[in-house]
Every structure is written in structure tokens, then in C-alpha cells.
């Protein structure tokens, strides 16, 4: 909610005033889009993630064992989360940092 709010008084600042009720109406579709896409996104992380930790652990019976018996059947491991966790940030702190270098960029040769 407090990104939304920072988005959204960003866009007020920046658009041109003919052009704010547009860009607020697609800002909110793209919000809702993504909404409505979150569920099919993480459907297809636990697929990724369960495979993966069955890739990774072909051999190691017994560890799986004893870290499963506190887990529900189709959780990743914890550290499993953390490695999905670390890539997300990275992958969201390259993203923000480039659409944020990009437009300082283009600011310094106006």
C-alpha cells in the first residue's frame, strides 16, 4: 500500500497535467493485471522450486527425512525461500536502479 501511495504521488509530480487522469487509469490496470497474476506466478515458483530441491537432493535421503517431518508436503525448505528471496531483490534492485539511472540520465542531457 505505501508503494502504491509513493507511485502514485510520483506520477502525480511527473506527468503532464493533461495527461494525469490517463496515466493514473493505467497505472491502475497495470496494478490489477499483476494482482491478478500473482497466484499463476507463485503456482509456477513452487513447481520450479520443488523441482529443483528434488534435483538437488536425489541422494541425500535421509537429511529430507528429518527436515520433512516439520514441513507440510509441497513447502520448499527454508533455505529453499531464501535463494528465491535473494534473486527476487536482486532481480527488483537491477530493474528500479536502471528505470532510475535511465531517467536521471536522460534528466542530465535535457
Known sequence: SLLRLSLRSLLTQVAPKETLGSVLAA??????????????????????????????????????????????????????????????WAFAAVIMSRLLLVNDYGAKNK
Not at 70 to 76: L, R
Open 27 to 88: 497505472m491502475d490496470v497495470m496494478q490489477n493485471a499483476c494482482s491478478v497474476s500473482v497466484p499463476f506466478y507463485r503456482t509456477m515458483l513452487f513447481h520450479g522450486m520443488a523441482w529443483y530441491e528434488t534435483a538437488t537432493t536425489l541422494g541425500v535421503e535421509s537429511d529430507i527425512n528429518e527436515a520433512s517431518s516439520s514441513v507440510m508436503k509441497g513447502d520448499p525448505c527454508p533455505k529453499m525461500w531464501l535463494k528465491s528471496s535473494l534473486i527476487h
